[in-house]
């Protein structure tokens, strides 16, 4: 069936480097992809997000690339810190339903100070 | 704080008891959503609601019965459950069904026992 995955469970990142969490999906039809971040104890929270007819989208400190020709997502983070230590959730929404948001099995990134 | 209150946090029931779990949002939004997030699974979608109508239920069981008597609150009934229902339970909203971004609540942990 068609889902989203991550390549990997885990990550871990010395502080001040940068980050790369990548996700894969297989839905052709997606045109919208969201990352969110969940710390413990606390809901998934709106990170940034990309449309399919983008490959690029910067926020402060995060970028997104999209390769639909591989349907690849990934979140760079830039100078991790120990604040980003996190799962990260990489989701899409399909066109077919915009209810639908379909959340990947999420990395777990783990800052070392 | 997202704006989205979920209560009580943890909850712990027998599979003979009925209960329920509580979400408010003071967003304005008009969507809202259920999930349930277990260890080592994605976020499950389970129910959606949009302008208090309900436009998704994704083959929840019976045994959960959401209720959304305005489009700031949502309540999520739950009676006779069994043991692998334990899973944290999070509410999110979004500005309507059009808008991708959901704020999400931070959970209720429920443990039936």
């Known amino acids: ?77 830039a100078a991790t810190q120990p604040g980003d230590s996190a799962v990260y959730f990489c989701a899409e929404n399909m066109k077919t339903s ?6 990947g099995p999420g990395t777990s990134l783990s800052v070392i100070p | 704080e997202t704006g989205v209150t979920q209560t009580p946090r943890h909850l712990v029931m027998g599979m003979t008891n009925k209960k329920s779990l509580k979400c408010e949002q003071h967003l304005g939004h008009n969507a809202m ?9 994605p976020l499950e979608l389970m129910f959606v609601y949009n302008f208090k109508e309900q436009t998704e239920n994704n083959s929840v069981p019976s045994r ?4 959304c008597p305005n489009s700031s609150h949502l309540f999520l009934h739950l009676h006779t459950l069994q043991p692998e229902d334990s899973a944290l339970y999070l509410c999110a909203s979004s500005q309507d069904g059009d808008s991708y971004e959901q704020y999400f609540g931070p959970g209720t942990r429920l443990t039936v026992t």
Not at chain 1, 29 to 43: L, P, V
Not at chain 1, 98 to 103: L, Q, R
């Open chain 2, 64 to 67: 959960f019965s959401p209720e």
């Open chain 1, 1 to 77: 069936g068609e889902s989203v995955g991550l390549h990997l469970p885990t990550l871990s990142v010395q502080e001040g480097d940068n980050s790369i969490i990548n996700c894969a999906y297989s839905n052709s039809a997606s045109d919208y992809f969201i990352w969110y971040k969940q710390e413990s104890g606390k809901g998934p929270q709106f990170i940034i997000d990309i449309r399919s007819n983008m490959d690029k989208r910067q926020g402060q400190r995060v970028t997104v690339l999209l390769n639909k020709t591989v349907k690849h997502l990934s979140l760079q983070i």
């Open chain 2, 33 to 41: 959503y259920w999930y349930k997030q277990s260890a080592k699974k």
């Open chain 1, 98 to 103: 915009y209810d639908k948001v379909i959340f």
